[in-house]
């Protein structure tokens, strides 16, 4: 290969320049700087072109979907891995993407190469060994050129290549560390080619970093074709694997997994996860289809109101925005007189799951005003809405199907605005709701 130079290039007036700035000396952008491989100048040939095709006469096979040896991955991915794709998956360090990779690995009867830039073939075997058998199609390469690894691609002809990680990847053609924006954008995009080429599925592990995605693989969403997140409480051993970017399908699905000794296992039901039967008829709970991604799932708040002893009452919540609390807890003083001024409020989504769904605005106050008052939320009760500053109830989106997922688990009174008599009751104040469940009267 013809030696390449590398330069720094600005990503916001893409202005170049041979050695790295902290500010862009040309428009005055902060950190904007990326070493980039350029062409080294007098060389600038005429570059070969192929022969045009004409659309028509291109033969299309049927995809060849590989299945990822779980069905619900393969559901997220719309049906598996294919021939030339390649899909980034980043998550938090330690939460479980190398496991979840070297499973499918092990499940896939393909040749498949896992690329260690992390760990030593035996710590990999050593897992291997935790999470099931081993096929004799599975090979491991300890390899941090980028170069050298897809040499061994158009070797070996792999149907399935696993980068454990991104991160540790580098190219000899620039001068930055491996983990650098520089380096891990031009060795994805090196390897995006190869796959291609080759009509090798490729998974890449990224590492995000706590600070967010600045140096992080995020940085790689154009360049591949599907980007899944890993996610989860590290503590818990719930995972969550949510498509963020998809070629080939839809965006937005979730897979839940539990994590156990052995690897990843399937949640067949995950509402199961989010709510125990055991505290329903105690005060300080309400229950809610809520919606994670697109998924309706029966979800289970809690909360707990305590006199408190400092001189600004605290409002902690875990699994939804702190600051959609306030805004409730200033709703349910105007709009239903719960006077939580001097007492601390704590709200916990049950399961270490994260919602952004303002569909769970009335479960969050009815599972505060039920424990403040010492009251319980009768059994076969949901709630479902957004909750109005006015105190005014909105129907969430989505209503039919977390109509149908209340259904599963009993609920025989879903409680909310534009809720049929059939299922339960149609509310339109946070006042009508207090007033139907609990037979508070608010006002008079
Ligand atoms: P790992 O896959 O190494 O995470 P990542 O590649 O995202 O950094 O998994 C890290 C944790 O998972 C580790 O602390 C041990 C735990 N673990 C299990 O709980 N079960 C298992 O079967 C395995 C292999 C690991
Ligand atoms: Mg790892």
Known sequence: MAKTSSSYVCQQCQAKFASWFGKCPSCDSWNSLVETVGVPSGSKRRAETQPLQRLVDIKTVGKKWMSTGFPDIDRLLSGGFLPGMVMLLAGNPGIGKSTLLLQIAASLKQPTLYIAGEESPEQIRYRADRVG???PTLSVLPELNVDAVIAAIETHKPAFVVIDSIQTMSTSDLLGAAGSIGQVRECASRLTIAAKRVGAAI?????VTKTGAVAGPMTLEHIVDTVVMLEGEERLNLRILRVLKHRFGTTDETAFFSMNESGFVSASDPSRLFFSEETVGRPGMALVPALHGRRP????????????VLSYPRRVSVGLETERLHVLLAV????GRVELGTEDVFMNVVGGLSLQDPGVDLAVCMAVYSGFRGRAVPGGVAFIGEVGLLGELRPPSRLADRVKEAKRFEISRLVGPNISTRDGWDVRTLEDCLRHVFEERVHG
């Open 133 to 135: 058998s081993i096929p």
């Open 332 to 335: 349910l003083l105007r709009h």
């Open 297 to 308: 799932l029966m979800v289970e708040i809690q909360a707990l109101t305590a006199p408190t």
């Open 203 to 207: 998974a890449m592990i990224g590492h």
